[in-house]
């Protein structure tokens, strides 16, 4: 279990009718993780924060936000009129959250402090730096970019102006991904051998991503995450039956016709460990599943079965010219209680409050993935080739887009 720390944090509301401040405790665990408030004054100011798309997960995100006793929805932005009050009717939003058209008529807002990005992502970049260009902490939905290098940009920004980026890695704030990390740690599967993973379902079927780009992410971050290091090369092979006349652009290039509907991936990580990923939208065989294997046993994350969460113990043992199986047995790894996106946003809000970004999700580690999807994109478009995944250029220069004074 992570060491933990109690901290004091102050948070500020600047308001242009005042200031309203207050000391809060909370405490803090090592990886940045916000383990509970000790307590939460009556006159605590709420965080003002705006949401900024509300398709699918824009929604989820609002019932958050509107909930939550520590922050003050203040208005939703959608282009789409219907989806607008779609979802106001939905949720139950009261008359004091405004429905708006564009970002825009939002930016000017009293008391707005923070906005939750939940729009395509090749929308993101120009938003994202016209947000914290403004002063604005982000929160935005997975993936940051459609390139490292505004990716990297976005990232510099954000701490020339100290604002927060968060990227919603919903699957790094599951309880069992995080228990999960903690038996690879004890060492019980012994030495590691293989992985794979299976995201596969009927529906959605996106039209500005293609299956790596709105699948991968989860199941490479889970990865990342429970290994403690990020992939050097990628294959990835694919195929386009839904979309075969659409395109993407991927760091700044135009890629091949066709959206995949299904990809296999392979991750190498740098003392050559594999995983290997199968992604498609459009297999009726759901799947969310993802393993480990040791040489004492598999780690099994199956968010789809009862016990999501599962240690498959067993190994060989040679008699002879035999491999016999020893040890074989199913051990159900107990999972706190939690909801993912409820811990996104408590976490987003939590280092707003410390003012320090988070090691577990903050802008950097949206960047990496991001890296790593971009070099597997390049791998689609040669067909399977292996592609080596450059380090990030976290010195680059800085954005000439971004030089504008907020």
Not at 277 to 302: A, E, M, T, Y
Request: charged share 20%; hydrophobic share 40%; aromatic share 6%.
């Amino acid at each position: 279990m992570p060491r933990t720390v109690v901290v004091q944090v102050r948070v500020n509301a600047e308001l242009e009718n005042g200031c309203n401040s207050c000391w809060g405790q909370r405490k803090w665990a090592r990886d940045g993780r916000l383990e509970a408030n000790l307590f939460l004054p009556g006159n605590m100011a709420k965080l003002g924060i705006v949401v900024i798309g509300v398709g699918r997960w824009g929604t989820h995100l609002t019932r958050k936000f509107a909930a939550h006793p520590e922050a003050e929805l203040l208005a939703i932005v959608e282009a789409n009129a219907e989806q607008r009050q779609r979802c106001r009717e939905k949720l139950q939003l009261p008359d004091s959250v405004k429905l708006l058209a564009d970002w825009s008529e939002a930016a000017k807002l009293p008391g707005l402090e923070a906005i939750a990005l939940a729009t395509p992502a090749s929308t993101h970049y120009p938003l994202i730096a016209d947000a914290l260009q403004r002063g604005y902490h982000v929160l935005a939905e997975k993936p940051l970019t459609l390139d490292p290098a505004e990716c990297v940009a976005l990232c510099q920004l954000a701490a020339r102006q100290q604002r927060q980026l968060f990227i919603d890695h919903t699957y790094l704030f599951n309880p069992a991904v995080e228990q999960g990390r903690a038996v690879v740690a004890s060492g019980q599967l012994g030495d590691l051998r293989y992985g794979y993973a299976a995201r596969t379902h009927l529906s959605p079927v996106r039209q500005d991503v293609d299956a790596l780009w709105d699948l991968a992410i989860h199941d490479i971050a889970i990865f990342n995450y429970w290994l403690g290091r990020s992939p050097v090369e990628v294959r990835a092979q694919g195929q386009a039956w839904l979309q075969p006349q659409r395109t993407m652009t991927v760091a700044g290039e135009a890629q091949s016709p066709g959206l995949c509907d299904l990809v296999w991936l392979t991750l190498t990580y740098p003392d050559g460990w594999q995983a290997t990923v199968h992604l498609c939208w459009l297999n009726p065989d759901k799947q969310r599943r993802l393993c480990l294997v040791g040489s004492q046993g598999s780690l099994i994350f199956d968010e789809l079965h009862a016990e999501p969460l599962r240690l498959q113990r067993g190994r060989f043992e040679q008699q002879g010219e035999l491999f016999v199986p020893q040890g074989v047995a199913t051990e159900a790894i107990a999972v706190p209680a939690g909801e993912p996106l409820q811990n996104v946003c408590d976490q987003f809000l939590a280092s707003v409050a410390s003012g320090q970004p988070s090691p577990l999700s903050d802008g950097w580690v949206g960047a990496e993935l991001v890296n790593v999807l971009v070099a597997a994109s390049r791998s689609l478009e040669q067909d399977g080739a292996a592609i080596a995944i450059p380090p990030l250029a976290k010195t680059a220069e800085t954005d000439p887009r971004l030089t504008r004074k907020p």
